[in-house]
């Protein structure tokens, strides 16, 4: 078996890039050096996902790798913030080679597209867990905060939601006798679905060219109610979402009524924006997606009054049941 | 049981601090946002601490939520850098209060000593798991790097090293019959021993005004040889250590020569700082020490040729079989 060091030597550590002008010192000392952008702020997120819990034991590596990246820069694509860089700690029952080689494949492969270099790290033996802390910059003043949504503001999604929570479903055989009968493990619509849980699309450049355009901004990991609901509450505000106009996933879209209702809704792993402009802003809003070649749906208004308030395609109230992801609440 | 975002909110979000500018967002949003000293570079290190492999299950919560913390300020007190902020990521089987409770208060108390701001984070469940990422600033070009020593240079150590691994010998039931009788669990010197072990003093404030003074710097955290190697091997030089003059604990000095001379070189669990400084720095080193409060001793010297040369009290070469710590060959 290889040791710590062979470890971080053979799959984590890559030649000095000359041209990446941040990074002052990288992997191997007590700690990275990072130089940022004269004038600009730091922003930071973490992210741990733990085997069984955010990823099944058999989940490919490669596509794993790309996930635990993905879920950070979805972070600081949701403040607008241009990735620099991150650490990487990680604890394995065993250094294998045939898992850390896709792995460390498919986190580098998301990194290197997004100009993100791994900076240090940590490795230890113990339960699988997969801890990444990522670093991005931005103008003082012109991040995508939580707090940031007024009345009257536009409410947008990014691409499209819900795929995910479907092949999650599909996975746990939940909704038996209610899914189109084209889809079932290993089915093509099945792994088209998979794809969006396995391998989400951070919204980096849409995230970038959002600011100045976007009010407030969250990526949605824990579902579109669930996130949406905190920036009503760090906003002081309320919304109304049009139900039926949420952008479903191509597969979800095959689904009946409810089940797209309940997963755009309440799905989880999306990893889409959700993000609020003024309405005078519509027109740029259309412009950042062209250009950043991301879709974007305008789904609802945010409202003075507190709570939240879901209409059907005719503007009628919904009363549905839905529960948000808390990694201590359900199982 | 608390939901995720109850447990955040009472254990791990304080109120804002006007005085800390450099914390523009803390806890609460997508990202955290730090805004650097103008010119001054990041010091970035992260640690993941395992249940089983870094602490026992039963370990006081307190001392834990300190050494979590402990660890990471050590490699900030390794480059010279100056804490400003960390995040923290958990991985918790439940989420009890009468663990949390005291776990936050250990963690918020060291963090509060070095004026260390919790930033941000994430929870979930899962095999017990806590992985910090802590940030600090130092001055382009003055940060005590691995790579920096030179033959001729001093080596230098702070504090006293082996008690902690003593501790963990005592636990583990090692070295039978070999140890003083007035050392065994729950005695006196034990408890002292085991102080080390539980809640390491991260010498940050040694590291400050080592700046300018030491060349190359580590924190020793898998047995001084195998740390100072490090410091060898990037810096292309060898060493001699005089080993009956390490600075052994005070409960650690009580034991035999052969004891001693093992938990000194590869104890393990110090968190002492291993520096080299030219010999023309001998008095800066010795000032700077007394600045900051810290003892230091001088142990040996680097030497052009390769490989690390022990000498016992009368200069005669030690032909000792050690093995430093490395987490995925040791059990």
Redesign the interface.
Known sequence: ?????D?ISRYFTRPARSNIAHI??GV?????????T??M??????????????FFPDTDAFALGHKCLAVNLS??A??G?RPLAF?????LP??REEWLAPFSSGLLALADAHHCEL?????????L?I?I?V??E?A?GQ?L???AAQAGDDIWVSGTLGDARLALAVYRNELAGQLNADLQLGSENFLLAAARMHQPTPRVALGLTLRGIARA???ISDGLVGDLGHILA?SGVGATLAVDSLPAGTILSQQNLDIRRHFTLAGGDDYELCFTAAASQRDAVLAAAQTSATAVTRIGCIDAAQGLRLLDAHNAPLNLQLSSF????TS
Chains 1, 2 share one sequence.
């Open positions: 078996m290889l040791s710590e060091f470890l002052a010192l191997g000392d007590d700690c990275a050096l990072l130089t940022p004269a004038g702020q730091l922003a930071i997120s973490t992210d741990m996902l733990v085997e069984g819990r955010h972070d600081l949701a403040m913030a650490t990487l700690a990680l604890a065993a250094a900076i240090g790290g940590d490795t230890t033996k113990g339960p867990n801890c802390t670093f991005g931005t003082p991040a905060r939580r707090d901004a969250i990526d760090r808390d990694h201590f609440h």
